[in-house]
């Protein structure tokens, strides 16, 4: 009968791209958002345009989001669209995902019938009750950025303020302050993380005895932001911090100056290794340092992809996809698109630059396996990486980059920030690192390929805990990308697709740029005290060494006493299951590869 009717959905509940996806996704051949199109009547006064108008250009931007999630995916037309249920859930239970959602993937569990219902109730008693906030006015929202009396967010005014204070005065007790705010989630359930509970591997051991942090910050790479998302002022000072400590920065898909691939020598300065006219807030360098970029990512051979660059990396990223919007190539709009960065990118001034979906033209297995020997051979001294993003079935694909003979491969969560992002990509799309991190590391043992491949997680990895989770779910490096910026002075205005970022870090503006305020030194004392964190609970666990952590994830559990009404359900065994192999069986990089 479903091929001779069609499915009509009235809703007051749909009013974003993705509510229209999703029920487009699940069977939906129309949908008529009438709460949707009756407040923008009401508003219409306000906003002064007539509400047909009002509705007209609604429509057309549901209409835009729409085209721009399908061609994510890689479908043509919305008859392909319908009922493909290309989504996974997250948070929902099995029997409830079996009812309703067949054939969905849910790892987690979660939420049944009965919350859903319990949710609908409490939502129509806040609308219809007597909170004098909401007697005239929508709520607040915050779901893209922080409001008050709004959705919660990790970055918020107070957490952003402690570490950009304690990173500039390097005082440890103001970073152990913002570390508490980010782990205890406790009230605020922000992260699937911040659910779990670690475990000691044995008696504690005295601090000095642990791994030293000069070694474990060897392990941080900061993410790829292209020089033109960022402010050529930030992206040379993260390269700057993570040289002087032995970590990686990351050129994004933006290029790099050549003036940068040298060192540095006594009483230089940045404006006088790449020019007076390319900075606008110059920082003075020691002897010895470098603004080179020690990975160079590759997306699609273009945007500054040459073979001298190429040939000045430690490792060559080839980007398959981007964590916090899967399907879909980087973007830079037209307005971030100055002299200098044009002349990076072998492309026009003010002509935006989108690299296309499926990056690289990279179809099958075969063709990464192609380009993974054509970089070796464009540079036979660096190890070559793919970034993946987390999502159902990343296991295998890692597996078969690593059979492909990558030497590195990169889960991207879902909840990266990016630079030059339109708002719509910017939830809804990829999951938690979390969830990848452990179908990679399970796989990949299952299969006997863990010893031959590097694994590192990224997507808002901000505190000591999270790198120590991290290893205990397996990965052997961690990516940090907002979290700099914020101590490079963001202040999480959320305008960087815009090109007015106030404190010169995500922009091109020449007067915005100059008043950056960060320096190399406090993104060094960073990383050195998530390290140094990243110590003192490895002494309260018995661990001394690094190594020992990763791939235990034997060593977390669920926290107890979570009280919220919704998190009861949740069930994390499968992402704590440690895959029954031989002793001989690597869980991590086999030291003949490192």
């Given at each position: 009968?479903?091929?001779?009717?069609?499915?009509?959905?009235?809703?007051?509940?749909?009013?974003?791209?993705?509510?229209?996806?999703?029920?487009?996704?699940?069977?939906?051949?129309?949908?008529?958002?009438?709460?949707?199109?009756?407040?923008?009547?009401?508003?219409?006064?306000?906003?002064?345009?007539?509400?047909?108008?009002?509705?007209?250009?609604?429509?057309?931007?549901?209409?835009?989001?729409?085209?721009?999630?399908?061609?994510?995916?890689?479908?043509?037309?919305?008859?392909?669209?319908?009922?493909?249920?290309?989504?996974?859930?997250?948070?929902?239970?099995?029997?409830?995902?079996?009812?309703?959602?067949?054939?969905?993937?849910?790892?987690?569990?979660?939420?049944?019938?009965?919350?859903?219902?319990?949710?609908?109730?409490?939502?129509?008693?806040?609308?219809?009750?007597?909170?004098?906030?909401?007697?005239?006015?929508?709520?607040?929202?915050?779901?893209?950025?922080?409001?008050?009396?709004?959705?919660?967010?990790?970055?918020?005014?107070?957490?952003?303020?402690?570490?950009?204070?304690?990173?500039?005065?390097?005082?440890?007790?103001?970073?152990?302050?913002?570390?508490?705010?980010?782990?205890?989630?406790?009230?605020?359930?922000?992260?699937?993380?911040?659910?779990?509970?670690?475990?000691?591997?044995?008696?504690?051991?005295?601090?000095?005895?642990?791994?030293?942090?000069?070694?474990?910050?060897?392990?941080?790479?900061?993410?790829?932001?292209?020089?033109?998302?960022?402010?050529?002022?930030?992206?040379?000072?993260?390269?700057?911090?993570?040289?002087?400590?032995?970590?990686?920065?990351?050129?994004?898909?933006?290029?790099?100056?050549?003036?940068?691939?040298?060192?540095?020598?006594?009483?230089?300065?940045?404006?006088g290794v790449i020019g007076d006219s390319r900075i606008e807030r110059d920082i003075?360098?020691?002897?010895?340092?470098?603004?080179?970029?020690?990975?160079?990512?590759?997306?699609?051979?273009?945007?500054?992809?040459?073979?001298?660059?190429?040939?000045?990396?430690?490792?060559?990223?080839?980007?398959?996809?981007?964590?916090?919007?899967?399907?879909?190539?980087?973007?830079?709009?037209?307005?971030?698109?100055?002299?200098?960065?044009?002349?990076?990118?072998?492309?026009?001034?003010?002509?935006?630059?989108?690299?296309?979906?499926?990056?690289?033209?990279?179809?099958?297995?075969?063709?990464?396996?192609?380009?993974?020997?054509?970089?070796?051979?464009?540079?036979?001294?660096?190890?070559?990486?793919?970034?993946?993003?987390?999502?159902?079935?990343?296991?295998?694909?890692?597996?078969?980059?690593?059979?492909?003979?990558?030497?590195?491969?990169?889960?991207?969560?879902?909840?990266?920030?990016?630079?030059?992002?339109?708002?719509?990509?910017?939830?809804?799309?990829?999951?938690?690192?979390?969830?990848?991190?452990?179908?990679?590391?399970?796989?990949?043992?299952?299969?006997?390929?863990?010893?031959?491949?590097?694994?590192?997680?990224?997507?808002?990895?901000?505190?000591?805990?999270?790198?120590?989770?991290?290893?205990?779910?397996?990965?052997?490096?961690?990516?940090?990308?907002?979290?700099?910026?914020?101590?490079?002075?963001?202040?999480?205005?959320?305008?960087?697709?815009?090109?007015?970022?106030?404190?010169?870090?995500?922009?091109?503006?020449?007067?915005?740029?100059?008043?950056?305020?960060?320096?190399?030194?406090?993104?060094?004392?960073?990383?050195?005290?998530?390290?140094?964190?990243?110590?003192?609970?490895?002494?309260?666990?018995?661990?001394?060494?690094?190594?020992?952590?990763?791939?235990?994830?034997?060593?977390?559990?669920?926290?107890?006493?979570?009280?919220?009404?919704?998190?009861?359900?949740?069930?994390?065994?499968?992402?704590?299951?440690?895959?029954?192999?031989?002793?001989?069986?690597?869980?991590?990089?086999a030291a003949t590869n490192r």
């Amino acid at each position: 009968l479903r091929t001779s009717a069609g499915l009509v959905v009235d809703t007051g509940s749909a009013r974003e791209v993705h509510h229209f996806a999703l029920l487009a996704g699940y069977g939906a051949e129309a949908v008529c958002p009438w709460l949707a199109f009756e407040t923008l009547a009401d508003m219409a006064p306000a906003l002064k345009v007539e509400a047909k108008e009002a509705k007209k250009r609604f429509v057309k931007a549901i209409n835009k989001g729409l085209l721009k999630v399908m061609s994510k995916m890689g479908i043509s037309t919305y008859q392909s669209y319908c009922g493909a249920q290309i989504f996974e859930a997250i948070g929902l239970n099995s029997a409830f995902v079996g009812e309703y959602f067949s054939g969905t993937a849910s790892n987690v569990q979660g939420i049944g019938l009965a919350e859903v219902a319990e949710e609908t109730m409490r939502m129509h008693r806040a609308a219809f009750g007597a909170d004098p906030v909401l007697a005239n006015a929508l709520e607040a929202g915050g779901e893209y950025a922080w409001r008050t009396r709004g959705e919660e967010h990790m970055w918020t005014p107070e957490s952003i303020a402690k570490l950009q204070h304690a990173t500039r005065s390097g005082k440890v007790e103001t970073y152990k302050e913002y570390a508490k705010l980010i782990n205890d989630q406790t009230k605020r359930h922000m992260t699937l993380r911040g659910l779990f509970a670690i475990q000691p591997a044995g008696a504690p051991v005295p601090l000095e005895e642990v791994e030293p942090a000069k070694e474990i910050v060897k392990r941080f790479a900061t993410g790829a932001m292209s020089l033109g998302s960022i402010s050529t002022e930030a992206h040379s000072t993260l390269a700057i911090a993570m040289n002087r400590i032995g970590g990686k920065s990351n050129t994004g898909e933006g290029g790099e100056d050549p003036r940068r691939f040298r060192k540095v020598g006594k009483g230089e300065t940045v404006a006088g290794v790449i020019g007076d006219s390319r900075i606008e807030r110059d920082i003075p360098l020691q002897e010895g340092d470098s603004l080179r970029s020690a990975i160079k990512q590759v997306a699609s051979g273009r945007f500054g992809v040459t073979t001298e660059y190429l040939a000045n990396a430690d490792q060559i990223q080839i980007k398959m996809a981007q964590g916090a919007k899967p399907g879909e190539g980087g973007q830079l709009p037209g307005h971030k698109v100055s002299e200098y960065i044009g002349f990076l990118r072998h492309s026009v001034p003010g002509v935006g630059l989108i690299s296309p979906p499926p990056h690289h033209d990279i179809y099958s297995i075969e063709d990464l396996a192609q380009l993974i020997h054509d970089l070796k051979n464009a540079n036979p001294q660096a190890s070559i990486s793919v970034k993946l993003v987390s999502e159902t079935g990343v296991g295998t694909v890692a597996a078969g980059v690593a059979k492909a003979k990558a030497d590195h491969v990169v889960i991207a969560g879902h909840d990266g920030g990016t630079g030059a992002s339109p708002i719509s990509s910017i939830k809804h799309a990829g999951t938690p690192w979390e969830l990848g991190l452990a179908e990679t590391q399970q796989t990949l043992v299952l299969n006997r390929l863990r010893g031959r491949i590097r694994v590192q997680a990224d997507g808002q990895m901000k505190t000591g805990r999270d790198v120590l989770i991290g290893a205990l779910l397996g990965a052997d490096e961690f990516g940090f990308a907002t979290a700099p910026l914020v101590v490079e002075g963001c202040i999480m205005m959320r305008k960087c697709h815009l090109n007015t970022c106030p404190v010169g870090v995500a922009t091109q503006d020449p007067v915005l740029r100059q008043r950056f305020t960060g320096q190399p030194e406090h993104v060094v004392n960073y990383f050195f005290f998530v390290a140094e964190e990243v110590r003192e609970l490895m002494a309260e666990m018995g661990v001394r060494s690094f190594d020992e952590l990763i791939g235990r994830s034997d060593l977390l559990d669920m926290r107890e006493g979570i009280d919220h009404w919704k998190a009861r359900g949740l069930d994390f065994s499968r992402i704590f299951h440690m895959p029954e192999v031989p002793a001989e069986v690597a869980r991590q990089l086999a030291a003949t590869n490192r």
